[in-house]
């Protein structure tokens, strides 16, 4: 028997980077994308690292990200704000003040393992890398959840 965590069929990521990744709303696809590559030169990887990109639940349909996923050949992963670590190394005191909590990209990205770069910023998007050192979940999300997170899509980074 196969173990679920290990099937790549089954649509689970076993190895790679994740890309956390803070938005606004008005970020473009080609920011999402050009802010990830800086980011990943930096830490010597290259798009085919990128398992899944990590984000604040209620950015997850935001069309500039769904694009760049689409491009990348990855998920969007879903993070909750109260799943959102205060403990990210870079807070942000305006992130803060636009949605109640300290960081996106870094707490995001730390959701699935240890960060191999902190946050980098553009003026539009924010992108923290963390290696997966979990197995995860990284199905596409269904068209009533995106449907339910559009609206909230413009809220700050």
Known sequence: MVDSYSDPAAGVATTGIVAGIGLRAGAQASDVLQLIDTCLAEAGRNRADIAALATLDR?????????AAAALGVPVLPVAATKLSARAPNSSRR???????????EAAAMQFGALVLEKCRSANVTCALARLDRP???TQPSAASVASTLSTSSAGP
């Open 136 to 138: 995860q979940e990284v």
């Open 95 to 105: 992130v803060h003040h636009h949605i109640g909590i300290g960081s996106v990209a």
């Open 59 to 67: 950015k997850q349909a935001h069309p500039a990200l769904s694009q």
